[in-house]
């Protein structure tokens, strides 16, 4: 069921495909359940012209349950971990239901990079606080600064 | 339906002349599935869903998936008209796609030619369309309008029988099938799907036995035929659904002996017990709703494959295919399961810390030193490894031997989750300057030998990956 509902969205990818996804694509051949997307930042943030890579490892009873999506290029948001790249977004953990789908998951992280996150329950403490304290200049400096560093140059 | 080469998409009719029909398509799709919808029941919450997907998936959460309020699957109901056009729509789909594709290849080719081959063209197009459709009809549904038009009621009363018998659905001769509706075979003159027909036989039947008996019979000879099975069928009662068991009450014993008498597996450990039972309940409730039931073996077959991919014997997974997520990940778990690899990496840690003695400070002397002269070093090493190892040994003045111990532990630390990280933070920080090119390829590289080298940011992450799903 799993591999043949990804076999589907990778199908409608493919045929009709997301601003917000560059690129959505098993890791590995041999391995449907592991997939690697690239993601733009979000246009007009500081994040803009930022790709970042990710990896969705799906569960075998997807979709009942969510992808684990993480970050692997480093990202710097409150509410990703800069180290691991784990995501914190309600969508990924409690609040998934099977009618959404990788490209919409995807496209909520997106929406998540340009919302600029929930401070309150960071991942990322520095920039959270930064924005905790109201030194928007600073934080929007920093992700501007990690984005360049990492994600630029792709 | 089982051909995942050539799977029925949405997006066939984007580039046709009838591309709206794509949103058509997907109006028919089930959310959770995104297939056409398969015995589509609607929710209290008036969403609609297949009902073995609506069913598994309130079964792991309680509720909607398409608005999140809570609600049972006992409350579900059969949506016959949506089935109705869903089955229609894939009867007239084939027929549809390939005047669709006709038309579109017509022109293009006509705007690659001139403009008056273009309307002789558009004029054959049409043609072509009246004598598709008049060829679809013809093959597929000739016998439909049959169907349609109620003088097939013989027909109908051997499809039913088909379904009690517990075959397979074979479409090419059952014409009610396409038409999808049958008419009561006791003669109360209602038209229906034919697996309504079913629960319809026990109210239509009490509301015969006031009525006299002949008159019952009259539709059809084959009505007698009928009318046993369905007898049968409500004394052993094998389209009853079935419900969850309060599994929390259950012991384990318990619970195995419920399975048992259920004919199902029952080995495994209470959670897989309770897991398996639910998918059963989820299979056999769907399979109740569904217009075409399957054999009790047939769902046992699924049942397998659903042990097979997330059940107890799935791949790579002991036990609970949940616990390669993240969110119920099972520490205990993991950590028996993985004991012996733990327990070789400490033994490892400590031998190499136990022996040499003044290691500690070293390795702590040679992180902060590796940064500084590094480069130089490494050229006197030539050992060809990895710059980090090789610039600690060229410090330690020794052999290649003495490079990987002092390695050794530094990754052991990596690999369990302590304070000795904070070491690594200072690497890369002194690093991060002169590595920002490096620091991307790092995604792509491999071995955990190399990782201390990389920034931080990379180890975790490899270190799941590596140990969860057997390698990349």
């Given at each position: 069921?799993?591999?043949?509902r ?18 959505l ?8 359940l ?59 953990k ?18 998540l ?42 | 339906?089982?051909?995942a080469?050539?799977i ?16 058509l ?9 995104k ?28 509720k ?30 084939p027929?549809?796609l ?5 038309e ?11 403009k ?21 009809r013809?093959t ?5 309008r ?7 009621q ?18 090419e001769?059952?014409?009610p ?19 309504a ?57 318990k ?87 733990f ?49 600690q ?11 990987t ?31 920002p ?21 990379e ?14």
């Amino acid at each position: 069921m799993a591999a043949k509902r990804l076999i589907k969205e990778l199908d409608a990818y493919h045929s009709d495909p997301s601003p917000a996804v560059a690129i959505l694509q098993p890791a590995d051949d041999g391995d449907l359940l592991h997939l690697t997307a690239v993601l733009l930042g979000p246009q007009e943030t500081a994040y803009e012209g930022g790709t970042f890579t990710l990896t969705l490892a799906v569960p075998p009873n997807y979709p009942a349950a969510p992808p684990d999506i993480r970050f692997r290029t480093p990202c710097c948001h409150p509410n990703v971990n800069f180290k691991t790249g784990e995501i914190c977004l309600d969508l990924l953990k409690g609040s998934w239901t099977p009618a959404y789908g990788l490209i919409s998951t995807l496209e909520a992280v997106q929406q998540l990079l340009s919302a600029g996150g929930n401070p309150d329950s960071p991942y990322n403490l520095d920039v959270a606080r930064l924005m905790r304290e109201g030194d928007l200049v600073g934080a929007e400096a920093l992700v501007r600064f990690y984005t360049r560093l990492y994600a630029w140059g792709r | 339906m089982d051909g995942a080469f050539d799977i029925p998409d949405s997006t066939d009719w984007l580039n046709t002349p009838l591309n709206l029909l794509s949103t058509l398509e997907n109006a028919l799709h089930c959310q959770i599935c995104k297939e056409f919808y398969d015995t589509p029941m609607t929710t209290s919450c008036c969403h609609t869903f297949c009902s073995k997907c609506i069913r598994t998936s309130l079964s792991t959460d309680g509720k909607c998936p398409a608005c999140r309020t809570a609600d049972q699957a006992s409350k579900l109901r059969n949506n016959w008209a949506l089935q109705e056009v869903v089955l229609a729509f894939l009867a007239a789909r084939p027929a549809a796609l390939g005047v669709a594709r006709k038309e579109r290849d017509a022109l293009e080719e006509a705007k690659r030619g001139t403009k008056s081959g273009k309307r002789k063209r558009a004029v054959l197009d049409s043609d072509d369309v009246a004598q598709m459709e008049v060829e679809g009809r013809s093959t597929r549904r000739k016998s439909q309008r049959i169907a349609a038009s109620h003088g097939s009621q013989p027909e109908a009363i051997d499809e039913v029988d088909d379904s009690d018998a517990g075959s397979t659905f074979e479409p090419e001769h059952e014409e009610p099938i396409d038409d999808g509706l049958v008419e009561c075979p006791l003669g109360c003159g209602k038209r229906m799907k034919i697996e309504a027909v079913e629960p319809h036989l026990d109210r239509c039947e009490d509301e015969r036995k006031q009525a006299s008996r002949s008159q019952s019979r009259t539709p059809l000879s084959n009505g007698l035929h009928r009318l046993p099975n369905t007898n049968n069928s409500s004394t052993t009662k094998p389209q009853d659904r079935i419900s969850e068991f309060n599994y929390s009450l259950l012991n384990e014993t318990k619970l195995r002996k419920k399975l048992e008498e259920a004919s199902i597996p029952a080995w495994g450990p209470k959670q897989l017990l309770i897991k398996r039972h639910t998918e059963w309940v989820n299979l056999w409730n769907a399979n109740c709703d569904s217009s075409r039931p399957r054999s009790k073996r047939e769902l046992l077959q699924e049942l397998d494959t659903w042990e097979r991919t997330q059940g107890g014997r799935a791949p790579g997974v002991n036990g609970l295919a949940s616990s390669v997520m993240r969110k119920d990940f099972d520490g205990v778990g993991w950590a028996n399961k993985n004991r012996g690899d733990f327990a070789k990496l400490i033994d490892q840690a400590k031998r190499k810390h136990g022996s040499p003695g003044t290691e500690g400070e070293g390795t702590g002397k040679n992180v902060d030193e590796a940064g500084q002269d590094g480069t130089t070093v490494k050229s006197l090493e030539g050992a060809g490894d990895i710059p980090p190892p090789s610039g600690q040994s060229a410090r330690a003045g020794e052999e290649n031997v003495e490079a990987t111990d002092l390695f050794a532990p530094r990754r052991d630390e990596s690999m369990t989750p302590s304070g000795e990280q904070h070491h690594d933070p200072h690497n890369n920080h002194t690093r991060r300057p002169s590595l920002p090119i490096d620091v991307t390829p790092a995604v792509a590289g491999s071995p955990p030998r190399k990782v201390p080298m990389f920034r931080l940011p990379e180890v975790p992450v490899r270190d799941v990956d590596a140990d969860g799903h057997g390698g990349h």
